[in-house]
């Protein structure tokens, strides 16, 4: 599914765990490895090459797209 903005509930099974999906190699701080630990901030197998999921639902493994044409016509 792709959108212009964090969904704030997952459509398919209805959970508001929508986390932001890290790619890269993050800087592990205490905060971030809790966060990775619980769940709430899943990490993207590989670099972004513009086509990676931007959110993912940490219930059902959803995942939603951020869709850069509605982004750059905001006008």
Same mark, same amino acid.
């Given at each position: 599914?792709?959108?212009?903005?964090? @969904?704030?509930?997952? @459509?398919?099974?209805?959970?508001?765990? %929508? *986390?932001?999906?890290?790619?890269?190699?993050?800087?592990? %701080?205490? +905060?971030? +490895?809790? +966060?990775? *630990?619980?769940?709430?901030?899943?990490? *993207?197998?590989? @670099?972004?090459?513009?086509?990676?999921?931007?959110?993912?639902?940490? +219930?059902?493994? *959803?995942?939603?797209?951020?869709?850069?044409?509605?982004?750059?016509?905001?006008?």
């Amino acid at each position: 599914m792709k959108s212009k903005n964090k @969904p704030s509930v997952c @459509p398919w099974c209805g959970s508001h765990r %929508i *986390a932001i999906v890290l790619g890269g190699m993050p800087v592990y %701080i205490p +905060e971030l +490895e809790k +966060e990775l *630990a619980d769940g709430e901030k899943p990490i *993207a197998d590989s @670099p972004s090459a513009g086509n990676e999921p931007s959110w993912q639902c940490t +219930e059902c493994g *959803a995942q939603f797209y951020r869709d850069l044409h509605l982004v750059k016509n905001r006008n």
